[in-house]
Structure formats: structure tokens, C-alpha cells
């Protein structure tokens, strides 16, 4: 069992000795996760018993029954769904402790359990003829379900400002080359918010002196005492970066040495921005081979898609038509012009169309673009460029972009089909000329009003981490996803991330 250090509250680093380090003069990392999982589980039931309860009292009084040949009452029925209803999600690990605090899967996990759980229900009620009332179910199923993403969303900020506060932290010790490790280091401790710190380093022999850093980590031993390592450091995992050095045996051996240490053991690939639905890996010949299907831009999802934007888009259209009149009025109010600005943009396999947004510069704005240029010292204008201190931009201008309201009328180009509610940003014909091989996937898909782009920082990003993100939703994308990336852009509107 691994053992908790009460002096490192919430995770902190703990240490010991005279300089709070051990012997090796390695950090030691608390572990925080099982109570914050406790936690969650709480959080969960509560959730559910109230989306059950609401259910109950909203559609029965205290002695109704569910009819047919098997009749027990809601009361019962309503205890049975609450206890199933957790039982799936531990069932599905949507606790675990390596996906919780970041990514979709915690979340997808939770979706799964409790379509799956009312799949289950609906098919039992059948072959036990029971007549559950579909009231009950249509408001149990989608309260508990938005009750409980709320609750993980909520415990999932309070957590990332912990991480980023250096706690909450799971321990890794690295093992590999010194330029491969060095990397994974940079990487793991430039995303603190996914929740691991290296302890350690094992370095094959020759390469590194013990007691040597790599990337500020002090390298602890070889490949061989790993799993001796990871015990004393407390480490919650080993990370193996690839080596000539590490073979099939040596992987297994270090696997054996893990073996009830509660500490897991990590191979890191050099294949990025693939998602789990594509990949699957088969054992062949006894050798672990990983196959990663290529990506699909047609089929049922795409149709699913399709629809979606369809009918949310009319039904946004409809919701917002009250601001839309207010902001064309205030528009063609405050400055000259017209309300609407059209400019053609590129759409999906290269498609020429004109998208539509509220017009927020001067009249003449196009004529004026060398001037702005000029101001801010660009020569040349590459792709995705946007100046950050544009003086085209009207009064009003400047407020519709601060929260994107500007972007409100391609909800229309939504409805002709141009455009997709989330997708990569549509561009000009001049910047797609300059797109090289990689950004070339963007035109893949049709283009949306947001993205993981716009969500992750809008304009604050680089050009290249900007095109990774818009490229990785192009090959990865799933209808659940898009349904995150739309509850992040509400929050990076309100937010103001990254708009100019």
C-alpha cells in the first residue's frame, strides 16, 4: 500500500531530513486521490438521488406502482435505479485516478454509464413486461446525467487551481535516454493541470552520473532500480520513454517488480493527437501491436452531426432572434455601413462561400489595412494573423468581439450548410494558399463557429499549437466532444480569453 503522508495537505510535495528531502534528497508526493475520489463518489450520489427523487415526486404520489405482470412500486424501483446508477459508474472507472482532472474520458465515462444504465432499464422493463412510466425516465435520465457532469465539472476547477498551485500532483519516475526523458519532463511540467511531477530519473548505465540532473530532476539510479525507486519516492507511476535499451524482457521484468505496489507502469509512444477510438491494440505472436485506424470524414456520425447543427442552429436562431434585431439595430445606429459584413471564406474540400458576421469595423476597413499594418511593424502577413490593436474596430465593434456576438449571423451559414457549430475557423483564400501539408487537414471538415482553438486561448495561442489543436478535433472528433467544446466556448465568451 502506498503511504500517505499526513504533513502534505491536498497532495502538496512532502519531504523529510534536515532540508525536507529523504536520503536520496527526492521529493516525496502525498497522495490525494482517495479522498478526492471519496469525494466525488459523494458528490455522485447525491446527484442521483436527487435526479431520482425529483423524478418521483414530479410524476407519482407515495403508492404508485409500475403496471404489468411486475409491479413493484416507484419507491422501490426509484432505490434500485439509485444503486445501480453508481454502481455503473464505478463499473465504467469513471474514478479513476488516471483519467480524473483532465481530458474528456472522465466525462465520457460518465455519459456511458447512464445511456447504458437506461438501455439496461428500458430492456428489463420489456422482458419483465413492466410498464415503467416514460415520464419518469425522461426526467431522472437527463437531470441525473447534467447533475452529475455539473458536479464533476465543479470538483475539476477546484482541482486545477490546486495543480496549479504545485499540488494535487501524482509522482512519476521517468526511465529512458537522457534526450527522451528530458523531453517528457518539459512536457509532463509544462501542463501542470494534468496532475504529474517527475520524482525521479533512471538513466541506463554509463549515460548519467547518479545524483545528476536531467531538466532540474535528479537522476536516482539505472533502469534496474526503477521499481526500487518508485517505492522509495513514493511514486504513483513509472513512465518507460522508448530506448534501445529497454527491451520486450526488461519491460516485463520492470512490470513483475511492480507487481502489488499500487504504483502503475506507463509506455510512452511517439505517435501524438490520436484519440482512444482509434487506436486499438491486438496481441500478435506475443508482441503487443497498436493499430490506429485512419481517420474518417464520412458515415453515420457525420449525418449525426449534421443534424445536430441543423437543429440547434434554428433552435439558437429562434432563442436569439430578440438580440439579433437589438444588435443590427445598434449596429446600423452607431456607424456607417451595413449591418451585415459578408466575405468569402474557404469551407470544407476547399469550398468557396460567404460568411456572415455583424459588421464591427469602419466602412472602409479593407482600404485602411496597409495603414494598420504599418503601425504594428508587419511586412508580410501570414496566415492566421489578426493585429492586436486595430483602430478599424467601431466602439460598438470592440464590445461585440470581446464576446463574440459578432459571430452570431454565421448561425445562418450553419442553416445553409456551409458551416458546423463546432469545427476549425473558416479563412481566407490568401491564407489557405499558405497552408503547408498539416494545415491542409483543416479543410477536411466543414469549418465552425468555435473550436478546440478558439476554447484553449483564441488569439493568445501560436500559429503552430493553434493548427495541432484544429487538426487533432479534424481526425478525432466525436459528437460527445463537440457537445464539451460548446460548454467551453459559454465559458471562454464570459471569459474573454484570448479576444481582440
Known amino acids: 500500500m502506498v503511504e500517505t503522508h499526513t504533513s502534505a495537505p491536498y497532495g502538496r510535495s512532502a519531504r523529510t531530513g534536515p532540508q525536507g528531502a529523504d536520503a536520496a534528497g527526492v521529493e516525496r508526493v502525498a497522495p490525494w486521490w482517495p479522498w478526492y475520489v471519496a469525494r466525488l463518489t459523494i458528490t455522485d450520489a447525491v446527484a442521483i438521488v436527487v435526479a431520482v427523487g425529483v423524478a418521483y415526486v414530479v410524476r407519482f404520489d407515495s403508492t404508485a406502482a409500475v403496471s404489468g405482470d411486475f409491479s413493484p412500486s416507484y419507491l422501490a424501483?426509484?432505490?434500485?435505479?439509485?444503486?445501480?446508477?453508481?454502481?455503473?459508474?464505478?463499473?465504467?472507472?469513471?474514478?479513476d485516478r488516471r483519467i480524473i482532472g483532465t481530458g474528456p474520458v472522465e466525462y465520457s465515462r460518465v455519459y456511458s454509464a447512464t445511456w447504458r444504465l437506461f438501455?439496461?432499464?428500458?430492456?428489463?422493463?420489456?422482458?419483465?413486461?413492466?410498464?415503467?412510466?416514460?415520464g419518469y425516465l425522461a426526467i431522472a435520465a437527463p437531470l441525473g446525467l447534467a447533475m452529475l457532469l455539473a458536479g464533476r465539472y465543479g470538483w475539476r476547477q477546484w482541482l486545477h487551481r490546486q495543480r496549479d498551485a504545485g499540488r494535487m500532483q501524482l509522482g512519476v519516475v521517468v526511465i529512458g535516454h537522457r534526450q527522451k526523458v528530458d523531453r517528457l519532463i518539459r512536457d509532463l511540467h509544462g501542463s501542470p493541470r494534468a496532475g504529474y511531477t517527475v520524482v525521479g530519473v533512471c538513466i541506463p548505465s554509463g549515460e548519467v552520473a547518479v545524483g545528476e540532473t536531467v531538466a532540474g530532476v535528479p537522476v536516482l539510479g539505472s533502469m534496474e532500480d526503477a521499481a526500487r525507486i518508485a517505492g522509495t519516492t513514493h511514486a504513483s507511476a513509472v513512465a518507460v520513454t522508448g530506448s534501445d535499451a529497454i527491451t520486450a524482457d526488461t519491460v516485463r521484468r520492470l512490470g513483475w517488480d511492480l507487481e502489488k505496489s499500487h504504483v502503475d507502469l506507463a509506455l510512452t509512444l511517439s505517435l501524438v493527437d490520436v484519440a482512444g477510438p482509434r487506436v486499438t491494440m491486438q496481441p500478435v505472436a506475443g508482441l503487443p501491436l497498436m493499430y490506429v485506424d485512419e481517420p474518417q470524414f464520412t458515415g453515420a456520425k457525420y449525418v449525426a452531426k449534421t443534424v445536430f447543427d441543423w437543429t440547434a442552429a434554428a433552435f439558437l436562431v429562434v432563442l436569439l432572434s430578440p438580440v439579433l434585431v437589438v444588435i443590427a439595430a445598434v449596429v446600423a445606429s452607431t456607424s456607417r455601413g451595413p449591418v451585415l459584413y459578408a466575405q468569402e471564406r474557404i469551407g470544407k474540400d476547399g469550398r468557396h462561400f460567404r460568411m456572415y458576421k455583424f459588421r464591427s469595423m469602419v466602412a472602409d476597413a479593407h482600404d485602411r489595412l496597409a495603414d494598420v499594418l504599418a503601425a504594428e511593424g508587419v511586412t508580410e502577413v501570414g496566415p492566421f494573423y489578426k493585429p492586436r490593436h486595430d483602430p478599424r474596430i467601431t466602439p460598438v465593434g470592440r464590445v461585440l468581439r470581446r464576446y463574440s456576438l459578432d459571430e452570431l449571423p454565421q448561425l445562418f451559414n450553419v442553416l445553409r450548410g456551409d458551416m458546423s457549430l463546432v469545427g476549425p475557423r473558416p479563412q481566407i483564400a490568401e491564407e489557405v494558399a499558405r497552408y503547408d501539408r498539416t494545415a491542409q487537414r483543416r479543410l477536411r471538415v466543414k469549418p465552425g463557429l468555435t473550436g478546440l482553438w478558439q476554447v484553449s486561448g483564441r488569439s493568445d495561442l501560436s500559429v503552430e499549437a493553434g493548427v495541432r489543436m484544429d487538426v487533432s478535433y479534424v481526425?478525432?472528433?466525436t459528437l460527445f466532444n463537440d457537445f464539451l467544446l460548446l460548454a467551453r466556448t459559454a465559458k471562454a465568451v464570459l471569459m474573454r480569453n484570448g479576444a481582440y
Open 119 to 134: 438501455a439496461v432499464v428500458a430492456i428489463v422493463a420489456y422482458l419483465l413486461k413492466m410498464d415503467v412510466g416514460r
Open 77 to 95: 424501483v426509484s432505490g434500485v435505479l439509485a444503486v445501480a446508477w453508481l454502481t455503473a459508474l464505478a463499473a465504467t472507472r469513471s474514478r
Open 475 to 477: 481526425e478525432n472528433w
